[in-house]
């Protein structure tokens, strides 16, 4: 059996260890910024030399308690301007600031004004770092911003971005990238000739549980992959929202939640999907889905003989679930794409028994962990490990089945292009 702890813990934030580094948080000529993770004692500020551990004073019983990795200091991490100050980012990416370890809010983007001084005061953002989208490209020069975090309407994440790396600010983008393939092909490219980093925000990659399953599937313990089955559905209520307009979100259940179930099957396997059949569902006398659809399934088909079958849906009680099944195991996760209470089990035959085993992980907050993740590639200029080509061919895959389910055809999906995803996961994992 694999042992989960440890990788629940530590491997996998990148190990901030033992290399001192001074890296360029805005590589280009312009907007320079340098942070040192030097110490003025010579040591490395993310490196063992300042991690505090206490004696343990419980018997040899009891599990010992383990002092944190230490944080950079609030003069040394990476800011972040939070672009649109809807839901995720008021719910979910401002509170993750207290739990991260290397980055820190400097700048807002909004547009109401009122609302935006209220956040700032809560997180000690200087009023002069309040931008609504009007005067959006004077963040270019604020000097304490140096990652910009785009969490607007789907249909809006390209003009952003793009803007964002004429500026020469490093991008982190909320999923789905964009609303198309061709414009996450136009992001990829302003970011890269710009010379920025762009990743995009799947958070459930840096998540332990769904991190223990990949390590499970890597190890072996599963055996051959043959079946996935997910789900990842919610009842929309508000007629009005942008989710439900087609040129804000760019589709409807399926870009928005469906696509949880694509990346998910992708991350897991490390196989990428080569062909897709799929259904699709949109009530005329629903005024909810004049423009998206309610309902989708699909079943994407790989070289290896795994097949993946999902369902999502606009209109269901929430339900966010996966199981993967091998030819040795199968692991279930339900819930499976949370914020919180993700929980993981699997089992196999284990001494002539049929066996289940549900690992213990500790919960972290994803958006730290995705965060602390952009902050350490920039600090060591690394790639992240969901570049801006992960959602590309997630929108890939989505194209194919949105013509799959409007043609009733098996479509094929054109492979990646650049290194495949197994060689993505071994250099960036
Ligand atoms: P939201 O509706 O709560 O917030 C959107 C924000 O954009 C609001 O502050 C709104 O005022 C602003 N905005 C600016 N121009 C707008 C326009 N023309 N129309 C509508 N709103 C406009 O949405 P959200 O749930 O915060 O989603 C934002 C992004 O984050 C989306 O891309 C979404 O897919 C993504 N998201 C990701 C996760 C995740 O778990 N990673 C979860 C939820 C949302």
């Not at 600010?169 to 890269?192: F, G, Q, T, W, Y």
């Not at 439900?244 to 760019?250: F, I």
Request: hydrophobic fraction near 35%; charged fraction near 20%; aromatic fraction near 6%.
């Amino acid at each position: 059996m694999s042992s989960l702890g440890p990788l629940s813990r530590r491997s996998f934030l990148v190990n901030a260890s033992t290399t001192a580094v001074t890296a360029s948080l805005c590589s280009p000529p312009t907007a320079r910024a340098e942070v040192s993770l030097q110490a003025n004692d010579g040591t490395d500020q993310l490196g063992k030399q300042n991690k505090v551990q206490l004696s343990q004073i419980h018997g040899p019983s009891e599990q010992n308690e383990m002092a944190p990795e230490p944080s950079l200091p609030a003069n040394k991490r990476v800011g972040f301007a939070v672009v649109g100050l809807g839901r995720l980012s008021i719910n979910q990416i401002l509170p993750a600031f207290g739990a991260s370890k290397h980055c820190k809010p400097a700048a807002l983007v909004s547009g109401d004004r009122a609302k935006a001084m209220k956040i700032a005061a809560q997180y000690g953002i200087p009023e002069s770092s309040i931008y609504d989208y009007k005067t959006y490209e004077q963040l270019a020069a604020n000097p304490s911003v140096h990652v910009i975090y785009i969490v607007l309407p789907n249909g809006m994440h390209e003009e952003y971005v793009v803007h964002g790396a004429k500026m020469r600010k490093h991008i982190l983008c909320e999923k789905p990238m964009a609303n198309s393939s061709v414009e996450a092909e136009r992001m990829i490219d302003a970011c890269s000739k710009a010379g920025v980093k762009l990743m995009i925000a799947y958070r459930q990659q840096y998540e332990p549980h769904n991190r223990a399953l990949r390590k499970l599937i890597t190890d072996g313990e599963l055996g051959r992959l043959r079946g996935f089955l997910s789900t990842n559905s919610q009842q929309m209520g508000d007629p009005a929202h942008w989710r439900l307009n087609k040129a804000l979100a760019g589709g409807g259940c399926l870009p928005d939640v469906g696509l949880y179930c694509v990346n998910a099957v992708r991350f897991l396997s490390g196989e990428e999907p080569v062909r897709v059949s799929a259904q699709i569902w949109q009530p005329k006398d629903d005024p909810r889905f004049k423009e998206v659809e309610a309902s989708m399934s699909f079943t994407m088909h790989f070289t290896s003989g795994l097949q993946a079958t999902c369902t999502t849906s606009y209109d269901t009680h929430k339900s966010q679930s996966l199981r993967m099944e091998g030819t040795d195991a199968w692991a279930e996760m339900s819930p499976a794409y949370a914020y919180h209470g993700n929980k993981l089990k699997w089992s196999k035959l284990d001494k002539g028994k049929e066996t289940q085993f549900v690992p213990q992980l500790e919960e972290k907050d994803q958006f730290a962990l995705e965060m602390d993740h952009l902050a350490e590639c920039i600090l060591k200029d690394k790639p992240p490990h969901t570049p801006g080509e992960e959602g590309l061919q997630d929108h890939r895959v989505m194209e194919a089945i949105y013509e799959a389910a409007k043609t009733g055809r098996l479509v094929e999906i054109a492979p990646p292009k650049g290194p495949t995803r197994a060689q993505e996961l071994q250099q960036t994992a």
